[in-house]
T-cell receptor, first 118, second 114 residues
Framework: GAVVSQHPSWVICKSGTSVKIECRSL??????MFWYRQFPKQSLMLMAT?????????EQGVEKDKFLINHASLTLSTLTVTSAHPEDSSFYIC??????????????FGPGTRLLVL | GDSVTQMEGPVTLSEEAFLTINCTYT??????LFWYVQYPGEGLQLLLK?????DKGSNKGFEATYRKETTSFHLEKGSVQVSDSAVYFC?????????????FGKGTRLHILP
């Protein structure tokens, strides 16, 4: 089946530093990728839609200057948390669209990246 | 707005027990409904889906029926195995051909004891 990877799987950083998380589609090309955030015992919340070759579309309430998204190729999207603070500590999950039929696309999810900001 | 509510966990069952995880939804239109499963250390995987009322999605012994009258999509399995231990997410999407803007429930952690 389709595989989406994330790197790193977990990261600890100091407050004020920036952290980059990679999302790769390993065996298919994805023009669209998504970034989600999940707090403990909460549902996944869509942060932004990442489109290859264009600017990301952010959901309401998500700071685009804080969460920089770059979809530089058909297999890679990156999320950079700039000037991270403890409240940014969370579980970040990406997903990638794959065409599974003539008119059907479905999302394949990565395993997630746990970020802890001290 | 659209939302999904599922039973809180963790749910702990013995092997071969019957499983039900309740899920209800609120939506203005006619959404597609999904169950995703997340095994330890892995990404979410689509377990089953249903796209219209009275549809039954099934996979790996799990079933869920799209009940429009009760706005529910409960997940059931007749005999669970230890390998079913995971977190299960109920979800919906308003897009008919693209699983776009998926709205997830909070997830239910399932523990199966041998």
């Amino acid at each position: 089946g389709a595989v989406v990877s994330q790197h790193p799987s977990w990261v600890i950083c100091k407050s004020g530093t920036s952290v980059k998380i990679e999302c790769r589609s390993l065996d298919f090309q994805a023009t669209t990728m998504f970034w989600y955030r999940q707090f403990p015992k909460q549902s996944l919340m869509l942060m932004a839609t990442s489109n290859e070759g264009s600017k990301a579309t952010y959901e309401q309430g998500v700071e685009k200057d804080k969460f920089l998204i770059n979809h530089a190729s058909l297999t890679l999207s990156t999320l950079t948390v700039t000037s991270a603070h403890p409240e940014d500590s969370s579980f970040y999950i990406c997903s990638a669209y794959r065409l599974v039929g003539l008119y059907q696309e479905t999302q394949y999810f990565g395993p997630g990246t746990r970020l802890l900001v001290l | 707005g659209d939302s999904v509510t599922q039973m809180e966990g963790p749910v702990t069952l013995s092997e071969e027990a019957f499983l039900t995880i309740n899920c209800t939804y609120t939506a203005t239109g006619y959404p597609s409904l999904f169950w995703y499963v997340q095994y330890p250390g892995e990404g979410l995987q689509l377990l089953l889906k249903a796209t219209k009322a009275d549809d039954k999605g099934s996979n790996k012994g799990f079933e869920a029926t799209y009940r429009k009258e009760t706005t529910s999509f409960h997940l059931e399995k007749g005999s669970v195995q230890v390998s079913d231990s995971a977190v299960y997410f109920c979800a919906l999407s308003d897009q008919p051909n693209r699983d776009d803007k998926i709205i997830f429930g909070k997830g239910t952690r399932l523990h199966i004891l041998p």
